[in-house]
């Protein structure tokens, strides 16, 4: 408890029964039980000291008791309730206004209460204007009225609303009016009509309703005062519980005043404290003007509230450590004074804010503590400071606190700093949300007197530095997560030191990943690798390959040097540095920066046909270069293997065909046939001048063929290789019969089966100058079976001037014949072809005949189908059944048709 109010007598033994008061400004009026309205002037003359006189007393007023007053200062009228007539009174001199008071004449004698709604409005130019709204209770009805400023009488707003009952108390609240009857409380949605059941009074003999603000009501139920919002909902968990059931309440924010029998209490809704005791004589009405000047009277005396300065009263309850109360007092005073020194009065609340939640802080209230720090300005590093060990030494000295800061320990420990994470992940995503312009954050200091930071850059390195400590501290699987964010401002230095001292060099490779420090994460991975007590994570090549395939190209310097260990330690992993499938085409590194950079590796050439094959194979590069590298790759890697294999062979044993010797040689022999089989981009005719003659007969064949040395390519099969079957393949693959080089195949291989003396020269000329044949004997049985199998596919003239004289004419009767047979088969054809094309010519000629036949006139009536204008001297195309049409009208039909 602590003192709020004083009450100072300043109307003592009145002759009248006071039974209403009102008060606005320094005037009082006093409503008297014979009808009579007494106005005094109260003059403060500092403190608790008032002047009183009395300045106007009407005696003829009313002739009853005068049972309820309200004053509306900005319309200068007054209205009243006396003998269940409610009346309209000008302000300064208490005259009835007939007009008015006629407006309202449908309760005339029947009023059991009113209730006023004054709304003070600010128009356009900035002037107040004054709003009145009126509901009264006559009878068992509610009427409705509104105050109409240019006639100066009051109009109905809506129809009488019925009631079950006579209310005995009216309240407004927003758009809605609280209504009291003996045993209940009623709300009646003025829009609607609709009424809703509240709860009984209770034991009360009557109601009793205090509005609070603007949007919310106290409803009375013994002695429990419940707080409801204009739709009639509680809006408070908890009651608030008097000592005594109130007669009267008044509402003076932050305090609820009540009227018990021995005293006015005083006590605040949320938090629900008890305040003050008053003592007085028998206390009957409240009543204060909208400048907070508060009055209480009792059957003959009335007193004045005098309100203590609200800084010490904030002074004494932080000193007592009832913040809350202080920030409601706080609050409330900056609520009434906004146009005043509103810095003044926000410095002032989140003052007292900080002293709070550093007392929840103190009291392990470590949540609640750091929950209200997260709505507040204050600079995050003061509120790190809480934490003795967070904060470098020198910096944290710097930092005032209200005390000593206790340092915790176990689950204390543990507990604040899950609280401190959830604090600086909310600050986090605050500065996140700000303008990235903005370098500055205003921050305050959690004492006065602190110096504060105010750099964005710094505030956010010491936010995300302790959010690492904590996250190592109390749950290190949230430590890489913090780090791989791409916005994280960890400070190096720091976090390089906790995250070694706490073994965690897997996130500290995260950081220096994050903060682009390749190089360093690099070598730490390369240290690693080759240690003994390095983590089996960073143990080997793995990691340290998928970090250099991380790197875009603008780190080819970077991923070279490293890649350098790694493909010595491991060259098939080493390698997919370069062809990882994850990396996009833009990522990949320049093709031939990477040949350059493997060939100089030891096995540099065997590394090369890896990477081109992948290049060419696998991401489909459509680059002829790449192709013809891979070509001489293969060809650099066979060649030497190749020598060796053929010097190994046994005097007289012939090589074993391309691809089938055995091993890597015959794998990789078959690889490359395969691909020149294949492709369809490499560049024969620049390849094949690098395959040697002793050598590579296979290949040197399959480039003879894409550069259309036919003649060459089938030589090496007949005579080098003699593999007939390979020969017929490739005249197979090759013929075209409308292509001039390539329709003769079949005729050069025969010349080569019939006339073998005549291939020396070819070869010397051709092939190679020093080559000798090794079987010149004619082939006949080939021949034939070329003749037999192909005879369609030589040219017959040809394969006559190739027979060999002493060739054995019945070896041709089969061939013979099959040429005569097709040309008989081709001219019976030709005869059937050129009957139907005759019959085909009769049938149009017929068809001619008889559409030149018919007749028809062309008039100038004569109109178009289409567009319905006539044909006159236009184009014109008969269509079906004699119609015409222009050619151009008939043509756009039919391309819309179309």
Same mark, same amino acid.
């Given at each position: ?16 029964? +006071? ?8 005037? &009082? ?97 900035? =002037? ?42 009216? $309240? ?84 609820? +005043? ?144 209200? *005390? ?5 320990? @176990? ?44 750099? /964005? ?25 913090? !780090?791989?964010?791409?916005? =994280? ?32 994460? #690099? ?33 080819? /310097? ?18 997919? +540095? ?9 990522? /990949? ?10 060939? =100089? ?5 065997? #590394? ?21 590298? #891979? ?55 620049? &390849? ?18 894409? $550069? @259309? ?21 490739? $005249? ?83 061939? !013979? ?30 068809? *001619? +005949? ?13 109109? $178009? ?34």
């Amino acid at each position: 408890m602590h003192e709020a109010y004083q009450t100072t007598s300043i109307i003592d033994k009145l002759p009248y029964t +006071i039974e209403s008061l009102a008060a606005y400004g320094n005037k &009082l009026i006093v409503g008297a039980r014979n009808g009579y309205a007494l106005v005094y002037r109260v003059d403060s003359k500092g403190g608790s000291i008032y002047e009183v006189s009395l300045e106007q007393a009407c005696k003829t007023f009313s002739k009853k008791p005068v049972t309820q007053l309200e004053p509306v200062e900005g319309l200068d009228i007054l209205l009243s309730l006396s003998d269940g007539n409610v009346g309209v009174h000008e302000l300064g001199s208490l005259k009835i206004m007939p007009k008015a008071t006629e407006s309202i004449g449908a309760t005339k004698g029947a009023a059991s209460a009113f209730a006023a709604d004054v709304q003070v409005l600010k128009t356009l130019d900035n =002037n107040k204007q004054w709003a009145l709204k009126l509901c009264i209770s006559a009878k068992k009805s509610v009427y409705l009225y509104y105050w109409k400023n240019s006639s100066e009488m009051f109009t109905e707003m809506s129809v009488k609303i019925p009631l079950q009952d006579i209310a005995k108390q009216l $309240c407004w609240c927003k758009s809605s009016i609280c209504v009291g009857f003996k045993r209940e409380y009623y709300m009646i949605d003025i829009d609607s009509g609709e009424k809703k059941e509240l709860f009984p009074i209770g034991r009360n003999l009557d109601p009793l309703i205090t509005k609070v603000g603007e949007e919310s009501l106290t409803l009375n139920r013994d002695n429990i005062s419940i707080v409801i919002n204009h739709e009639g909902q509680p809006t408070q968990k908890h009651g608030i519980t008097w000592s005594e059931s109130p007669s009267a309440m008044l509402y003076r924010a932050p305090y609820l +005043i009540g009227i018990l029998p021995r005293f006015i209490e005083i006590r605040t809704i949320e938090p629900r404290h008890m305040i003050q005791t008053l003592p007085l004589d028998r206390p009957r009405i409240l009543s204060h003007t909208r400048d907070g000047a508060l009055y209480v009277a009792s059957l003959n005396c009335v007193w004045r509230f005098t309100s203590l300065s609200v800084k010490m009263q904030i002074t004494e309850l932080i000193g007592n450590k009832e913040f809350e109360l202080a920030l409601l007092l706080s609050e409330s005073n900056r609520s009434e004074n906004l146009e005043s020194s509103f810095k003044g009065a926000e410095q002032q609340l989140n003052s007292i804010k900080n002293l709070h939640a550093f007392e929840l802080f103190s009291q392990k209230r470590f949540s609640d503590s750091m929950s209200k720090f997260a709505d507040l300005p204050t600079d995050p590093s003061h509120v790190i400071g809480l934490y003795s060990d967070l904060l470098p030494w020198e910096f944290r000295a710097r930092i005032q606190y209200p *005390r000593e800061v206790e340092e915790y320990r @176990g689950c204390d420990r543990e507990n604040a700093l899950g609280a401190l994470i959830d604090y600086l992940t909310v600050k986090r995503a605050e500065f996140s949300k700000l303008d990235k312009n903005e370098k500055e954050i205003h921050t305050e200091p959690l004492i006065e007197g602190s110096k504060t930071m105010r750099s /964005r850059r710094q505030l956010s390195q010491i936010i995300d530095t302790t959010l690492l400590k904590c996250y190592l501290e109390i749950n290190d699987a949230l430590v890489a997560p913090l !780090l791989r964010l791409k916005d =994280n401002f960890c400070h190096i230095e720091e976090s390089e030191t906790v995250l070694r001292a706490n073994g965690k060099l897997d996130e500290l490779i995260i950081l220096y990943e994050t903060k682009q420090l390749h190089e360093k994460a #690099l070598n730490l991975l390369l240290q690693q690798s080759q240690s003994t007590n390095a983590p089996s994570s960073l143990r080997g090549v793995e990691r340290t390959v998928d970090y250099l395939q991380k790197l875009d190209r603008t780190q080819s /310097r970077i991923i070279f040097n490293y890649s350098v260990w790694v493909m010595k330690a491991d060259p098939e992993k080493g390698l997919s +540095i370069f062809t990882d499938e994850l990396l996009e085409k833009e990522q /990949r590194l320049p093709v031939e920066k990477v040949v350059s950079f493997l060939q =100089n590796l030891e096995n540099g050439n065997k #590394l090369v046909l890896q990477y081109l094959k992948h290049v060419v194979m696998e991401w489909q590069e459509a680059n002829s270069e790449y192709h013809d590298q #891979l070509v001489n790759s293969y060809r650099e890697e066979i060649t030497p293997m190749l020598a060796e294999y053929i010097s190994s062979l046994p005097e007289g044993q012939s090589p074993a065909p391309a691809g089938s010797e055995g091993g890597e040689l015959g794998d990789l022999r078959a690889q490359l046939l395969h691909f020149l089989d294949v492709s369809k981009l490499y560049r024969a005719d620049r &390849l094949i001048r690098h395959f040697p003659y002793e050598y590579f007969h296979e290949e040197r064949a399959v480039l003879l063929g894409r $550069c @259309g040395h036919h003649k060459q390519a089938l030589f090496i099969y007949v005579h080098i290789l003699q593999r007939m079957e390979m020969a017929e393949e490739y $005249c197979r693959q090759y013929y075209k019969k409308d292509e001039p080089g390539d329709c003769d195949v079949y005729v050069h291989l025969l010349s080569y089966y019939l006339r073998p003396m005549d291939s020396l020269l070819d070869a010397r000329q051709l092939y190679s100058p020093n080559y000798d044949l090794r079987d010149t004997q004619q082939n006949h049985a080939a021949a034939l079976k070329i003749l037999k199998q192909h005879a369609g596919k030589v040219d017959s003239r040809k394969v006559l001037d190739l027979i060999p004289d002493d060739f054995p004419l019945s070896h041709l009767l089969p061939y !013979l014949e099959s040429i005569i047979e097709k040309g008989e088969i081709q001219k019976r054809e030709n005869l059937v072809l050129r009957n139907l094309l005759h019959s085909e010519k009769l049938t149009i000629e017929r068809s *001619r +005949i008889m559409c030149e036949r018919v007749k028809f006139v062309v008039t100038e009536k004569s109109t $178009c189908f289409v567009c319905q204008n006539k044909i006159s001297t236009s184009s014109f195309v008969r269509h079906s059944q004699n119609s015409l049409a222009h050619l151009s009208c008939l043509d756009s039909k039919v391309m819309d048709v179309g």
